[in-house]
């Protein structure tokens, strides 16, 4: 085919995809662009030229081993709910741009670990791209029937313009918006685009080569399996290719997560969460597709070309050799559209983590800060547009320079163990909170170090020197360091080798560092909010315990720089209103903080939005670091834990001790309360009985019988003497139990007192018949207050004689000399008290419950008093319990 | 007719007035000096009221009360309240526990005589 009539087919080709780029741009929101099918097939960017030319050389020349690359894939399918989906929210909440973002945000926003993500993924995918070239340009030479001619010359080169056209296609749409965190729509629905023509192209020559090249499956089969080392082709081999398949599967397992372009279209790129679980069955099933003919398509060509043909282009050599040149355009077309998009997608991604993490946090923020906003826009969209096109130039020169050497599918694999590197901080940091900053910034260069030393060095010397003594003896000669079989590991193959070695130090690395050295408070923080993304809102904005001083003007005119005045304005009205502040808050807040450099974050990074934002906040780092320590060591470091919970037993003690005396005061005020109520009964009652006689009095005057109404008369004189003795009794008993009542202690006989008491109640006593009996007749001079003493007495005496029975009725009184003490006893041979009533006797308005006579005319204060007279005397009273008839009071006096 | 009244109190000079007058309206009166005497006069008597104190030793007027509730050929006697006690909460204590009126002390004879009437009616 002519030469030109193929540069018109890509022009035409291009043109369409710009339209259905600039279509679904225009439309961003319709339900054409935003369905998880498109997503799935956004997800296909992963079969590039690789898939669709490299794999069949693989078949052709090893059999199946062409598959782990998307066994990989089928196997992470499942697993994308756990933990794409996580990362997906994660970055949508922080305006995530890129993995290097994802990365660094989550060890603290660690501005040199995003840079050297964005290396590493540099490395990775400038051979790949290079690849791609490499793929257009054999392809090219192929349809084009110039096969003899190679150009010397750049300018010569079609490669070349294709290269630029692609730089251009990937500017105009990978760069309409300085928030790079923004969807783009139309570079995706493209590739959506493309992955439908990939595939479809793809089964036309499937179908073709197999069923009318030959007859079917079975006859391709038939007509292989004669030559000479068909079997190998066929089947593993041993353990060896076992390990081979294993480190294969793990490595393509890792790719489909990390792979710049694979997290451009799953992460930054989803719309919902939602569309991952059709996404989890529909990819898988897109790859098996793509996979059906892959060794047919080889097998047919081996037959066809025995070893004489690239094996990778059969697709196009097969039709071709049959002078169906239409059926090659389309073949030429499909792989074109896998170039396309990986190129478009890869530039893209990687011109952002270019522009955010390497460029503007290194050098542009500080030129940023005085510029306009306008030029600001401007500025970080021209950073990405000559990165875009800066990495297409160099990936360019990379296929002049190495990859024509190296197949589609060596250059493939060399990509994906160096953005392997990441898998460690990136998985485990993901569910392992203890994962530090160091541990990942150790681990990434260690094992992309081991990568360089295993995989690029060995082909790389070769390309210059054209040597391979160095993958033979290894470095100075010794053995143990032969890049291929390191430490004499010899039996995989030099990717699986890299990948094995370049990953366990890597890991290693990581674990060891991350355990002996804790991040600092930030990075813990981060730490925290991604391992446990579902309280991720609350504890973003809990989790700064920040105590610095910030102006909501200074942050705002950080923000106009970056947005525009208009967009800032509205961000802040929208943040003041979601948490309800007041629209002319001075004072900026940690969520105020947190939310702008989110807000910037899109732009420029989460690392530069960081020191943009610290930049006008006064931090007062020590007390916050010292909160935060305080915080999570009280929940890590057992020491503290001990002391904590040392601190809250004493709390706990003391608040049981407050709840005590609480409990004392509720008991008390309950007594005072009871107290107020039982006088308050204990007066209504002679009230009530004088109220009711002297009604009766004056309304029936005239009927009421002589005797009647001189018993109603005598029932008021006595509830108005129980009245009065009441009130002076309720007056002693409060002077006595508040301590205000004096003793007029003198110095006297004993027994004259005594005898002074049992004269007062012997007429009483005489009335009943009960004999009063004073046993002791010695005196005895002791201190006292003769009237309160009188006053015991008066009270035990009738106390007795309420409980004898008449006529039989003794009251004895008796005393003796005690320790120090005069022990004086009132003994009455009436009913008792019954056992469980003596302890409660001298409380006050304690009346037995037992008592069975007619009411006493007790107060039932005259035990209480006694008591506290006897106490205030610092003697002691009691009931004594051995008697077993009749009830003995005691009560003794101090003799000094 | 002529009604059988319980007056159930520990005081005996209330008692006496009570009892005065109820046999001046042509009450048949009976006297208990704690819950437990009543008990036992209320079964051999069934009095048509009970006229009850609440504060009194052995059984008090709550237990008093519940006894009689729950004995059925009592079903027809009206039991009320006359107590000292007149906190709100005693006052809704004795209603539920079933006292068809709840009296208070110190009280006027007239107004007690004419609440129960006004009860029997």
């Known amino acids: 085919m002519n030469n030109y009539v193929l540069i018109v087919i890509i022009v035409v080709y291009l043109a369409v995809l710009f339209y259905i780029a600039f279509l679904a741009e225009k439309k961003k929101k319709s339900k054409w662009v935003n369905n998880p099918y498109v997503y799935t097939l956004s997800l296909a960017v992963y079969c590039s030229a690789w898939t669709y030319y490299g794999s069949i050389g693989i078949a052709a020349n090893s059999g199946i081993d062409f598959l782990p690359i998307y066994l990989g894939p089928v196997i992470a399918a499942p697993l994308w709910i ?5 990362v997906i929210r994660i970055s949508n909440q922080n305006k995530i741009s890129s993995i290097a973002d994802f990365i660094s945000l989550r060890y603290g926003n660690n501005r040199f670990l995003g840079a050297l993500v964005t290396l590493v993924c540099l490395f990775g995918t400038i051979p790949y791209i290079s690849l791609q070239l490499k793929a257009v340009s054999e392809t090219f030479e192929i349809i084009s029937d110039n096969t003899g001619y190679i150009s010397t010359n750049i300018l010569d080169d079609s490669t070349f313009y294709v290269a630029l056209l692609l730089a251009i296609f990937a500017t105009f749409f990978g760069t309409q918006n300085a928030d790079a965190s923004e969807k783009h729509t139309g570079i995706i629905a493209s590739v959506a685009f493309e992955s439908v023509l990939k595939l479809v192209f793809f089964l036309i020559i499937g179908v073709y080569i197999t069923f009318y090249l030959f007859d079917g499956s079975t006859d391709i089969y038939n007509q292989i399996s004669t030559i000479d080392n068909f079997k190998e082709l066929t089947s593993l081999s041993g353990l060896e290719d076992g390990f081979n398949w294993f480190f294969m599967i793990s490595l393509s397992f890792i790719a489909i997560f990390l792979l710049p372009r694979q997290f451009q279209v799953s992460v930054l790129e989803n719309n919902r969460e939602k569309y991952l679980k059709k996404a989890i069955w529909l990819f898988p099933l897109y790859l098996l597709l793509f996979n059906v003919f892959v060794i047919f398509i080889a097998w047919a060509g081996k037959i066809t070309f025995g070893d004489s043909a690239n094996a990778e282009y059969y697709t196009l050599l097969l039709p071709l050799e049959k002078g169906h040149s239409f059926l090659a355009t389309l073949v030429f077309l499909g792989g074109f559209s896998a170039v396309i998009s990986m190129v478009v997608v890869s530039t893209l991604a990687l011109s952002i983590m270019v522009s955010n993490n390497l460029i503007i946090p290194y050098g542009f923020l500080d030129k940023f800060i005085k510029n306009q906003p306008e030029r600001n826009a401007k500025y970080i969209k021209n950073i990405r547009r000559i990165s875009i096109f800066s990495i297409i130039i160099v990936a360019y020169f990379f296929y002049v320079s190495f990859s024509r050497e190296l197949s589609l599918y060596a250059i493939g694999l060399i990509s994906f163990v160096i953005i392997a590197q990441l898998a460690p901080s990136f998985f485990i940091g ?20 081991i990568t360089v030393y295993t995989l690029i060095l060995p082909f790389t010397i070769a390309a210059y020197t054209g040597t391979d003594d160095f993958i033979q003896y290894g470095l100075g000669r010794i053995t143990v360091l032969k890049p291929y079989a390191l430490f004499g590991i010899d039996f995989l193959s030099p990717p699986a080798h890299a990948f094995f070695w370049s990953i366990l130090f890597n890991l290693l690395s990581y674990l060891v560092f991350s355990i002996i050295s804790k991040g600092n408070y930030r990075e813990r923080n981060y730490a925290e909010m991604f391992v446990d993304s579902k309280n991720f809102k609350a504890l973003q904005d809990s989790a700064l315990v920040w105590k610095g001083e910030a102006y909501v003007a200074d942050i705002k005119n950080v923000l106009v720089r970056f947005l525009g005045e208009k967009e800032a304005t509205r961000a802040l009205k929208l943040f003041f209103t979601k948490y309800r502040l007041s629209l002319d808050t001075q004072l900026a807040d940690a969520r105020l903080i947190n939310f702008s450099e989110k ?28 909160v935060i320590r305080m915080l999570e060591e009280s929940k890590e470091n057992i020491v503290s834990n001990k002391i904590l919970l040392e601190k809250s037993d004493e709390l706990s003690q003391l608040s049981s001790k407050l709840k005590d005396a609480n409990q004392e005061l509720v008991v008390k005020d309950k007594q005072k309360d009871e107290f107020l109520d039982t006088v308050a009964h204990e007066l209504k009652t002679p009230i009530t009985g004088i109220r009711a006689a002297t009604e009766l009095l004056m309304d029936d005057e005239d009927d009421m019988p002589k005797e009647i109404k001189k018993q ?28 205000r009542l004096s003793l007029d202690m003198r110095y006297l006989d004993i027994q004259k007192t005594i005898k002074k008491g049992v004269a007062n109640m012997q007429h009483i006593a005489a009335k009943k018949g009960i004999t009063i009996l004073v046993k002791n007749v010695h005196c005895f001079k002791m201190n006292y207050d003769e009237d309160r003493i009188l006053q015991v007495f008066t009270n035990l005496i009738s106390n ?19 320790n120090e003490v005069l022990e004086i006893s009132v003994r009455d041979n009436g009913k008792g008290i019954p056992a469980e009533d003596i302890e409660y006797v001298f409380d006050k308005f304690y009346q037995s419950q037992h008592q069975n006579t007619i009411k006493p ?3 039932g204060l005259g035990l209480a008093i006694t008591k506290q007279i006897i106490e205030k005397h610092k003697g002691k009273i009691w009931a004594d319990k051995k008697i077993k008839t009749g009830t003995k009071f005691v009560f003794t006096l101090p003799i000094s | 007719m002529m009604y059988k009244i319980l007056i159930v109190d520990d005081e005996p000079n209330i008692v006496m007035s009570l009892e005065y007058a109820f046999k001046k309206k042509g009450f048949e009166v009976f006297i208990a000096r704690d819950g437990s005497e009543a008990l036992e006069i209320v079964k051999s008597h069934i009095p048509d009221i009970v006229l009850l104190d609440i504060m009194m030793p052995n059984v008090d007027g709550y237990q008093t009360l519940k006894q009689i509730k729950s004995t059925k050929k009592l079903e027809a006697t009206k039991v009320v309240f006359l107590t000292a006690k007149n906190k709100a909460s005693d006052i809704e204590k004795g209603l539920e526990l079933g006292a068809d009126k ?3 002390k110190p009280f006027s004879v007239k107004k007690i005589v004419s609440e129960i009437l006004e009860l029997m009616a």
């Open chain 1, 82 to 86: 756990l933990v794409l989906r996580k």
């Open chain 1, 857 to 859: 005319e007790g107060s």
């Open chain 1, 712 to 739: 109603f008369l005598t029932n008021i004189l006595q509830d108005s003497d129980r009245l009065g003795r009441l009130i002076n009794n309720i007056l002693d008993f409060e002077k006595l139990e508040t301590g």
């Open chain 2, 102 to 104: 709840y009296l208070i």
């Open chain 1, 430 to 449: 993901l569910f392992w909170n203890r994962g530090s900053s160091k541990g990942a910034v150790i681990g990434i260069i260690v094992g992309f170090c």
């Open chain 1, 800 to 818: 007795a004689i309420k409980f004898c029975e008449p006529v039989s009725g003794l009251i004895e009184i008796d005393y003796k000399l005690g």
């Open chain 1, 599 to 626: 807000l910037l974050t899109g732009s420029i990074g989460s690392a530069s939005a960081k020191i943009l934002i610290a930049s006008v906040v006064k931090e007062e780092e020590i007390s916050l670091v010292e």
